[in-house]
């Protein structure tokens, strides 16, 4: 019989110091824990937890060493009706667990009811059916390791899927691909950098779980957005294997992109989890505290609220369940060093009753932790529930996914009806929702396309989804995508149209690295990735969704422009400005802003709700740039003109009186097939003269005033 020994109540999970491992497990209805150890054959011995402390059930296990596979059985009342599902039948996974190995492979036995009949309980042994927990080695040699804190008006994006991303890269080899030493690759982190990139936002990476329904039809569920261990790297892209592997390949991946100035951001998603509605499986807490874990109808405790569309939420007015989320937060700052987090449907966390409250207890604790609130925190500004749109109410700690941006900016370049005024306001850093909030420009994360929707190459190819790939008629995916094929559906041979689209993909791309904010890049973007009109490719873990980096040869000219409009904002701090602009004089007789028509005057109440609305030129002073450097030395740039014409005809512009600059080079224009220089031109435009500016393109121009 195995030696048990009291242990301590803290830290929660499976702890090995070397001798010997402690187990913890949170349930306040529990009336008895059995800690299952589980051999190479797969037998188990179970162990009853000795102790309880606060609800915490405990034990020390002299031996037990990391590699040990464990679960854990729950002993208490089964009780549908008040909220309580425990059920010793069924093996569940810590929710503190660092590693997990295999997968869910789903049976009648992961659920408590019969399907024939779910009034009554079904019982049977979901052992055989479930992965299970992996005690981890800790210790690590992170050397000198440290996190890049590249400041966010210096920061490039780029959301990146960690299988997708590697798994049809020639240069990195067959075993890796898909995983996070795939990621790490020399090869890849070399195209990272050569756009500039400064942070990699992964897609989820927490251990998740395919829906039982997904798998039925032949399909997964690639994204991951359906986590069930907070704080388990996913075990699917190890290349070290599934027995605590996972962990240290996980570190050296971020050891590796800090070695080369990367950040690493992980799209967490703590608003729900993979055990669905109530008549989900049970995996872990609904059988271990289901009222303490979960959001329950106060008028029905069997039913589960939900903010998110994936059957439940997660109970952020538990203390427990925010000190889950807290913990893992932590674990991964402190224990895994990533940068940052961008909180999936982050809305759903800031729900205290019903309505999404900005102080709620959630970001009170992100405020005042001292770990936390010193990384990146983005929020997906919106959840599913009534009044879940949010973007620009988070707090001033927070950044924001802007929704609106990318919906301003794809309804500009597609010819909408007056949205001037919103375009410009996108443009410059959208002061209207993050100032009055004591923020700046940088807290609007900018882009255009994200997983979530059509690929940069799909919104200028085609006007509606094509999701038939996901078995679910065309249903599935929005319908509001604001995209525009150029005039045919899909692809095509026509010279007009390709070059149309690829005028358009440029005019996505300068609009993104000239606004004021963070930019975002989708991965794959910069490669012409298509996904052939899939807007929600969510279960596609195939060539759809992979990135196809045969299109370096063909696409070339893109990447090219990528790294170029990078190297150009990287270059002239007009474009990351750390303050919204004033509007106002300065310095001297010229504001550091100024907007003017395409006849060159200042655009007037008039002429921004104009009938027309399609053009405008953008005057941008360097030398009011009005900010202190990082040695508190005045910052001053270079003068540049922006000349946008969304219209489908060419425009000829006037430039601006001597007063703006005496002269204008040419620095970029998007009708432009290329090869690219971010260097101006010998020409110079002087005062005063007409411009022609193609349909549907844009121009950046440079004064000439210093030389």
Not at 301 to 313: A, F
Not at 501 to 522: A, E, H, I, K, Y
Not at 647 to 661: A, C, K, N, Q, R
Request: aromatic share 10%; proline share 7%.
């Amino acid at each position: 019989m195995r030696e048990v020994w009291p242990g301590e109540p803290y830290p929660l999970g499976a702890t090995w110091d070397g001798a010997g491992t402690s187990f913890a497990l949170f349930s306040e209805v529990a009336e008895r824990v059995e800690l299952c150890l589980f051999d190479d054959a797969g037998a188990e011995t179970r162990i009853d937890l000795p102790e309880v402390d606060g609800f915490v059930w405990h034990g020390y296990l002299p031996g037990v060493m990391p590699g040990q596979r464990y679960g854990y059985r729950v002993h208490g009342p089964y009780d549908p009706g008040r909220g309580h599902h425990c059920d010793p039948g069924k093996l569940l996974l810590d929710p503190y667990a660092k590693a997990v190995e295999g997968d869910v492979h789903w049976d009648r036995s992961l659920f408590s009811y019969q399907f024939t009949d779910p009034g009554q309980r079904n019982t049977d042994d979901s052992a055989p059916h479930m992965p299970k927990n992996v005690v981890v080695n800790p210790f690590f040699d992170w050397g000198n390791d440290r996190s890049p804190r590249t400041p966010y008006h210096e920061t490039v994006i780029y959301e990146a899927h960690v299988r997708g991303l590697t798994m049809r890269h020639p240069d990195v080899p067959e075993e890796q691909r898909g995983t996070y030493a795939g990621l790490a690759h020399p090869s890849v982190i070399e195209h990272l950098l050569s756009m500039g990139v400064t942070a990699v936002e992964l897609m989820p990476v927490h251990q998740f779980v395919p829906e039982h329904a997904m798998v039925a039809r032949g399909l997964t569920n690639y994204w991951g957005y359906n986590t069930i261990s907070f704080l388990a790297p996913h075990n699917a892209y190890s290349s070290a294997g599934q027995r605590g592997g996972q962990v240290p390949e996980f570190k050296s991946m971020v050891k590796s992109l800090h070695a080369a100035g990367i950040e690493v951001i992980l799209d967490v998603v703590y608003n729900h989890t993979a055990e669905g509605d109530h008549m989900g499986p049970m995996l872990a807490y609904r059988g271990i505290d289901n009222a303490s874990y979960y959001r329950l109808l106060d008028t029905d405790r069997r039913l589960m609220l939900d903010y998110t569309g994936c059957g439940n939420s997660l109970n952020v007015r538990s203390p427990h369940a925010l000190q889950l989320i807290m913990d893992s937060l932590r674990y991964w700052v402190m224990e895994m060093h990533v940068d940052g987090f961008r909180f999936d449907l982050a809305s759903a966390l800031a729900r205290e009753l019903h309505d999404v409250d900005r102080l709620s207890s959630f970001f009170d604790l992100i405020q005042q932790d001292p770990v936390i609130s010193q990384v990146k925190l983005i929020a997906e500004p919106w959840d599913v529930g009534p009044g879940g749109y949010q973007v620009g109410n988070f707090p001033p700690l927070w950044t924001e996914w802007n929704g609106k941006y990318r919906d301003s900016v794809r309804d500009f370049w597609r010819g909408g009806q007056s949205v001037l005024p919103e375009f410009a306001s996108r443009l410059t850093g959208s002061s209207d929702l993050y100032a009055t909030s004591g923020r700046r420009p940088v807290a609007s994360i900018n882009f255009v396309t994200c997983h979530d929707g059509f690929t940069l190459t799909d919104l200028v190819s085609y006007d509606h989804k094509h999701n038939e790939a996901n078995a679910e008629n065309n249903r599935d995916g929005t319908d509001d995508n604001r995209s525009w094929n150029c005039g045919a559906e899909g692809p095509v041979e026509d010279p007009a149209i390709v070059m149309l689209r690829r005028r358009q993909r440029r005019n996505f791309l300068t609009t993104l690295f000239v606004s004021q904010g963070v930019p975002m890049l989708l991965h794959g973007d910069e490669l012409g990735r298509t996904q052939h009109g899939n807007n929600n490719a969510y279960c596609q873990d195939n060539e759809v969704s992979w990135v196809d980096w045969s299109l370096l040869g063909s696409e070339s000219d893109l990447l090219d422009f990528v790294r170029t409009m990078s190297r150009f904002r990287r270059k002239h701090p007009v474009f990351r400005r750390r303050r919204f602009f004033l509007g106002r004089m300065l310095e001297g007789d010229v504001r550091d802003i100024v907007w003017l028509t395409p006849s060159g005057k200042e655009m007037t109440a008039g002429d921004w709700h104009s009938g027309f609305g399609k053009a405008m030129a953008v005057f941008l002073n360097g030398e009011a740039i009005s900010e202190p450097g990082p040695r508190g030395q005045r910052i001053s740039d270079d003068s540049f003109l922006l000349l946008v014409n969304g219209h489908h005809e060419d425009i000829t512009f006037t430039l601006p009186g001597s007063e703006y600059g005496p002269g204008w080079q040419p620095v970029l224009d998007t009708n432009d097939e290329g090869p690219y220089d971010q260097r101006p031109s010998g020409v110079t435009h002087e005062p005063g003269k007409p411009i022609t500016v193609t349909n549907r393109s844009m121009q950046i121009l440079r004064s000439t005033a210093r030389g």
